[in-house]
Nanobody, 123 residues
Framework: QVQLVESGGGLVQPGGSLRLSCAAS????????MGWYRQAPGNQRALVAS???????NYADSVKGRFTISRDNAKNMVYLQMDTLKPEDTAVYYC?????????????????WGQGTQVTVSS
């Protein structure tokens, strides 16, 4: 399976910025879509932003104009730049990648999740 490793979470004051990164393992043949989700205590996991293979992006209404998703296809990485952070952005953030990888004997589809990184916005 494809492994994802996230980094970049932490504690930041309201109005501050953080950049999340997610790296996928090298066995990927093709990536269809990459995205970031978040889950706050007592809430379901919800989409924050996604980016398709052609570069088209989609954002939750609550983060439009403040968050920017981007990807580096050569490095199999996806980023989430978070600006003007608010306390309500506090959550565990997960990256998600869908695509095709080579298992050593055949090509297979995958839908992988990162381990999650905590983002806390508080003064």
């Amino acid at each position: 399976q494809v492994q994802l490793v996230e980094s970049g979470g932490g504690l930041v004051q309201p109005g501050g910025s953080l950049r999340l990164s997610c790296a996928a393992s090298e066995s990927i043949f093709d990536i269809h879509a990459m995205g970031w989700y978040r889950q706050a205590p007592g809430n379901q996991r919800a989409l924050v932003a996604s980016i398709a293979s052609g570069g088209r992006t989609n954002y939750a209404d609550s983060v439009k104009g403040r968050f920017t998703i981007s990807r580096d296809n050569a490095k199999n990485m996806v980023y989430l730049q978070m600006d003007t952070l608010k306390p309500e952005d506090t959550a565990v953030y997960y990256c998600n990648v869908k695509g095709v990888y080579y298992s050593g004997s055949r090509y297979e589809g995958f839908n992988s999740w990162g381990q999650g990184t905590q983002v806390t916005v508080s003064s």
